[in-house]
């Protein structure tokens, strides 16, 4: 039997009408919420995900700044710029665009941003509430694979999820997410022995490695949940998961396609994210 497939567009468009409501809601509070984006050098992948960002406030009514700081730019001019922001009161979200060029200390940029504005949630205070399972900005992608997984009716509690890939940006925080949700969570990795053995006994597998069509059928037990978080540019063109999609899923109950799986739901949870610094600010 083929899996049933699980779309993030239906759901990420749901919760975009949502945050309109929420949006008028807190304009009437007389709080208009506003993401500042900082995008250091050319990099065009992230200035396409810049704009990207920019057209879903556009859409929904968030405010957003973005702010282009040349790729020779000190360490220190932006700190200042964020220090600027995290005192602007207009200003509830602030994202640091990734990557950032060479010279410049990630860390240090990150963990200078007021962690009630981090609404990528990659500050260590952040990072430490979801940690202990206390309210938290915590980071998109791994918001949206949760919320895909609510969509849809996946049971979380008691279940074996295996998370391939162990990034801060996503496979760490999602498998915290979902033990958070009382799931018996397995981290593999690069370095991981056996690893076919382990995502075989896996309820529920979430693919976050960047390698185009790692995961096959072998991998997949008769009946998984399966996320794909993968997303990579082949030289056709064509763009394809972590996942061998037409292979798994006809071994798997449920998949996430790629496109149009994952994707949708990481900008949708931005908003979320810079709705819900806002309201901190209340
Ligand atoms: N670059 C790639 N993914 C991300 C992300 O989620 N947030 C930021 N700030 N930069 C990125």
Known sequence: MSAS??????????????IKTDVQELVQHQIKPKLSVLIIGDNPASKTY????????????????????QSDVSEDELLKQIELLNND???HGILVQLPLPEHVNEKRVLEYIDPNKDVDGFHPINVGRLSIDQDALVPC????????????????EGKHAVVIGRSNIVGKP???????????VTYCHSKTQNLKEITKTADILIVAVG???????EYVKEGAVVVDVGNTFLETGKVVGDVAFDQVKD?????????????PMTITML?????KAAKYSM
């Open 5 to 18: 497939i699980m779309y993030g567009k239906v759901l990420a468009d749901k919760i975009r009408e949502e």
């Open 50 to 69: 810049v704009r990207m960002k920019q057209k879903a406030c556009e859409k929904v009514g968030i405010e957003s700044d973005v702010i282009k700081l």
């Open 89 to 91: 009161r207009s200003v």
């Open 141 to 156: 992608t791994p918001l949206g694979i949760v919320a895909l997984l609510d969509y849809y009716n996946v049971s979380i």
């Open 174 to 184: 999602v498998g915290q997410l979902l033990l958070n949700r009382q799931a018996t």
């Open 211 to 217: 390698r185009a069509e790692l995961i096959n059928e």
């Open 251 to 263: 071994i798997a109950s449920q998949i996430t396609p790629v496109p149009k799986g994952v994707g």
């Open 271 to 275: 908003l979320n994210n810079t709705i």
